[in-house]
């Protein structure tokens, strides 16, 4: 059982590039999430997805998309990356629909850089 | 606003006890979870508390005090293995967690 994967698990990435950090879950979880990571500070919601099909902005969603078409996969796009958005990214998931206090399952994180 | 506050760095000696407060001001309460994270990997599920009073597991317990917005995570009988970074996040009103910045646990031999 994997849980959940995260590809790559680093980059270094040319400010102004297009890059999508992808996420995939095998625990059939309905809702899924994207943090990101910085020292000194929790971390941060950027955006979630409460079942396949919808999504919702988190605390810091500016310049991130998302998709869900299917239950499984959760990808978060930087649409024109800047070095602000050099962070560890991590994806989460848990198994409701967002209405109650499930536990949030993390993979593994990308590292990523922009120059 | 919603604030969480917990130490930035604690250290403590193998086989002794340890106590990490987390005190916190959010909109809504929805409860509290403790998560364990070693360095460069992933943050993992140690404890949830909801209602006032100790949750206890193994080596670890969590404590909540709600009218107090005040939490504790107990870890005894330290190992070199307890040395991460442990993470206190509450959920709010719309079942999201609001993050504390960690606390960063040496332990020392």
């Known amino acids: 059982i994997a849980g959940i994967t995260q590809a790559p698990t680093s980059q270094i990435l040319a400010a102004g590039r297009r890059m999508t950090l992808r996420c995939t879950q095998d625990?059939?979880?309905?809702?899924m999430y994207w943090y990101r990571q910085d020292l000194g500070l929790g971390l941060r919601l950027i955006h979630y997805?409460?079942?396949?099909?919808?999504?919702g902005k988190g605390e810091v969603p500016d310049g991130y998309s998302v998709s869900r078409a299917n239950t499984d996969d959760f990808p978060l796009t930087l649409a024109s990356a800047v070095p602000s958005q050099t962070s560890v990214y991590f994806c989460?998931?848990?198994?409701?629909?967002?209405?109650?206090?499930?536990?949030?399952?993390f993979g593994p994180g990308t590292r990523l850089t922009v120059l | 606003g919603q604030n969480i506050d917990q130490p930035t760095e604690m250290t403590a000696t193998e086989g002794a006890i340890v106590q990490i407060n987390c005190t916190y001001q959010?909109?809504?309460?929805?409860?509290l979870f403790w998560y364990q994270q070693h360095a460069g990997e992933a943050p993992t599920f140690l404890s949830y508390?909801?209602l006032d009073g100790l949750e206890e597991k193994g080596r670890f317990s969590s404590f909540l005090s709600r009218s107090k917005g005040y939490s504790y995570l107990l870890l005894k009988e330290l190992q070199m293995k307890d040395s991460a970074s442990y993470l206190c996040?509450?959920?709010?009103?719309?079942?999201?967690?609001?993050w504390g910045a960690g606390t960063k646990l040496i332990i020392k031999p």
């Open positions: 996040a509450t959920m709010d009103s719309n079942y999201q967690l609001i």
């Open positions: 959010t909109s809504g309460f929805n409860g």
């Open positions: 997805s409460n079942t396949a099909g919808t999504t």
């Open positions: 508390n909801v």
């Open positions: 989460a998931s848990s198994p409701g629909t967002g209405g109650s206090a499930d536990t949030q399952y």
């Open positions: 625990m059939r979880h309905n809702a």
